[in-house]
């Protein structure tokens, strides 16, 4: 069989927003850089991040700062968070946002020219410098226009990767294929990064890509690194529920953001009845009191609609099931009765134009159609604080492929200033590990059994004349997800759910592929089938493991958060053809990042 061979000092595999960072760092340290993109370059996931990225600048209220968002960030995350991960990311932020100003991206400003910053769920204070509702678009232009005149970076797009190949414990080599030719790829490296976003194509419901197949994670499983509580699947309690050719697209937390209610089917502003008792005397307790809020009264507290994501979807959950909810199984967001339709359309284009064109919805003057769909995974691959170095020597991640900043649940925002961050320092220590230990590894390469048997993975599906078809294996894995490892869990569910996963894996051996490797949507699934398995499988034993609820993850037989399961992550690791759940303690917190978190 042949196949190309390309060769770099680093291979980053996705050109999201934590990609293209880290190839940028990488490529600024002297390395020769390859970024593996499955789409086409500037398609990626992060320009679904609408409403903006988290940072301390102060800009709108002088009180924010980086000790604030700290400790935003670890509540928000129910305290499951790194806590150095997270002291980082708020140190760091405002930094990679002025970055990305003098590289060129254009966000909205204050009167007196600052970048503006709006509020957002779960964030104390004024903290996402943000671009209308399309700043992820703009990140994404800005940095692609940044990393592409870097003459030591070369990008491979419409090419997936299958296989990380390692030389003794460390990582040489990813191996994978072209989209549109099925031709055989071989990539010979000292280092890969890993970019490749979340999971989110395992649940029917979701606002994710089609490339979000839990790539990243399953090739870091597959390689032997570790992967961390994956239970935590954040669901957004704002996607479009109707119509159903779009039911879980996101609505951005923006429209809440700048002034959105949630209403049931009575009308009613149900949020104040949902307000968690650690978040008493943050949030409006009347109506009367959002409204000055709003108005502009610094002094009055935050409307309950800017709760944490895994409040605000629960309540939605809560009001739907108790026969509440609106005609298509959701519930109301109105920001028409809130903001004049200048505003609206100033503010939320995007959401204006998406509801207009898709739902014949004029949202500046009727409210839209909401429910929780799967967002994002605050789990992933285990990383190293300072490196975003994973558990295999070699191996790196960033973005929603690692875990560790968002704890139990993620703050809408934290999310791009988090690929910042920490697709920087991925970048960085990448490149400084290429020039250290790299060399030994490009000297010797892999085995050329190790490729011999990635291309007999891959042509398999060819071979089953009589096999599957992968549509159908994937369909019957994203009901079963969503019926038994959705929002609420418990243990009869995650069993039956990981019995039949594991027919589902048998079934998925056997999937067939017609025609030839050129143009191969069929094929391509079949391929993808394993990774989205490895990731359910983990998600499902994750929360199976985790006898509580938390965040992202709430357990109906175990309702409560118990002190002593929060001592401690899951984590998953390959042993042989089996998967292992083990517990590890939390890293120790220093005493005074401890007495910020309980300042009021």
Not at 176 to 189: I, M, N, P, V
Request: with cysteine; proline share 4%; net charge neutral.
């Amino acid at each position: 069989m042949t196949y190309q061979t390309f060769e770099h000092d680093v291979i980053v595999i996705g050109a999201g927003g934590a990609g293209l960072r880290a190839a940028i760092e990488a490529a600024v340290q002297g390395a020769s850089v390859g970024i593996v993109c499955k789409s086409l370059l500037g398609k990626a996931h992060t320009v679904m991040a609408e409403g903006g990225v988290a940072a301390a600048m102060g800009n709108v209220d002088l009180r924010d700062n980086w000790q604030v968002h700290f400790r935003d960030t670890m509540r928000g995350g129910k305290m499951m968070n790194n806590w150095r991960m997270a002291q980082i990311h708020a140190q760091e932020s405002p930094a990679r946002v002025n970055e990305l100003e003098a590289w060129g991206a254009v966000f909205d400003r204050t009167k007196d020219g600052k970048i503006l910053q709006r509020n957002f769920g779960g964030h104390r204070f004024p903290r996402l410098a943000h671009v209308g509702d399309r700043t992820g678009l703009e990140i994404i232009r800005t940095l692609q226009d940044h990393a592409i005149h870097k003459k030591n970076l070369e990008v491979y797009m419409e090419c997936t990767i299958t296989h990380l190949l390692k030389e003794g414990n460390q990582i040489c080599g990813a191996f994978g294929y072209r989209r549109t030719t099925g031709e055989f790829l071989f990539f010979k490296t000292k280092a890969v990064i890993l970019a490749t976003g979340g999971i989110g194509k395992s649940f029917r419901i979701n606002s994710n890509s089609w490339e979000y197949t839990g790539d990243g994670q399953a090739l870091a499983y597959k390689a032997g690194a570790d992967l961390i509580d994956m239970e935590f699947v954040q669901f957004h309690p704002t996607g479009m529920v109707w119509p159903l050719s779009v039911k879980g697209t996101l609505v951005t937390e923006g429209v809440r953001g700048e002034g959105g209610i949630l209403k049931n089917s009575k009308g009613e502003r149900f949020m104040f009845r949902y307000v968690p008792d650690m978040f008493k005397g943050e949030f409006a307790e009347t109506e009367d009191e959002a409204k000055r809020w709003l108005a502009g009264d610094k002094s009055s507290r935050r409307p309950p609609e800017l709760l944490t994501r895994d409040v605000v979807a629960k309540a939605i959950t809560a009001e739907v099931k108790a026969g509440r909810g609106s005609p298509h199984g959701g519930v109301f967001l109105d920001i028409a009765s809130q903001r004049d339709a200048e505003t609206i359309k100033k503010k939320l284009p995007s959401m204006y134009h998406q509801f207009k064109e898709l739902a014949n919805v004029d949202i500046t003057k009727e409210p839209m159609e909401i429910g929780p769909t799967c967002h994002y995974i605050m789990g992933g691959i285990r990383v190293d604080a300072e490196t975003a170095a994973a558990t295999v020597p070699g191996l790196y991640a960033a973005g929603e492929s690692a875990a560790g900043l968002h704890g139990a649940n993620r703050l809408g925002g934290n999310s791009l200033s988090d690929l910042l961050v920490f697709g920087r320092r991925a970048g960085l220590a990448a490149a400084q590990y290429s020039k250290d230990h790299g060399q030994r590894t490009m000297d010797h390469g892999p085995k050329a059994q190790q490729i011999e048997e990635c291309e007999k993975q891959l042509l398999k599906p060819f071979e089953q004349r009589n096999g599957e078809n992968p549509y159908a294996v994937m369909e019957e894995l994203q009901k079963v997800m969503e019926a038994n490892v959705g929002i609420v869990r418990e243990e009869k569910e995650l069993q039956k759910a990981l019995d039949h996963l594991a027919q589902l894996k048998i079934r998925a051996k056997n999937v067939k592929a017609d025609g030839d490797r050129t143009y191969n949507p069929g094929w391509q699934t079949c391929l993808d089938l394993e990774n989205m398995l490895i990731v359910s499988e983990a998600i499902t034993r994750g929360a199976l493991e985790r006898k509580e609820s938390r965040g992202g993850h709430t357990r109906i037989d175990y309702p409560e958060s118990s002190a002593e399961e929060a001592q401690s992550n899951n984590i998953i690791r390959k042993k042989g053809d089996a998967m292992q759940v083990t517990r590890e303690p939390l890293p120790k917190m220093p005493p005074d990042l401890e007495a910020l978190i309980l300042s009021s």
